[in-house]
């Protein structure tokens, strides 16, 4: 209960995302960048404590990255490496190198929520998208197929 306290109140929980740190370098991935692996990675956790208040907030924090994502994308017609997390679906910046597209670990990690979260119903709700029938997961669990 204590780290879900000191994360609802750490300032990194943004409406575009989970910034990854609250250091504005201009680097890619200071403030207020947010990126696919790390929001998988938080959620995952947070799915993996069962309780009821990690399970909520690891809800509420998948959708709105997947939204995020889904924004980015409409808008752009591509997938990114990063999101700005200060603003739903804005395209994240800085760096070293040209922003990536159709980043593999973008992808896979919104696939892989998708699924998780919405496994039942089988349609993404505010998006249509219709998930494969035979596909069936749970939030602890990767890719079990009925």
Not at 20 to 44: C, G, R, Y
Not at 81 to 89: F, I, M, P, Q
Not at 122 to 131: D, E, H, K, M, N
């Amino acid at each position: 209960a204590a780290a879900i306290h000191a994360l609802e109140h750490s300032g990194l929980l943004l409406p575009g995302g989970v910034a990854t740190t609250l250091l504005e370098t201009k680097q890619q991935w200071d403030f207020p960048n947010a990126w696919s692996p790390i929001v998988w990675f938080l959620v995952d956790g947070l799915w993996r404590v069962e309780s009821d208040t990690s399970t909520a907030l690891g809800d509420q924090l998948a959708q709105q990255w997947i939204d995020a994502n889904l924004v980015a994308f409409q808008n752009t017609q591509q997938m990114h490496e990063k999101l700005d997390a200060t603003v739903l679906g804005k395209v994240g910046g800085g760096g070293e190198y040209v922003q990536q597209v159709g980043f593999g670990w973008t992808n896979g990690c919104i696939l892989d929520l998708i699924h998780r979260l919405h496994c039942s119903p089988s349609v993404i709700p505010r998006t249509g998208i219709q998930l494969p029938p035979n596909l069936c997961g749970t939030k602890t669990g990767l890719y079990v197929t009925k």
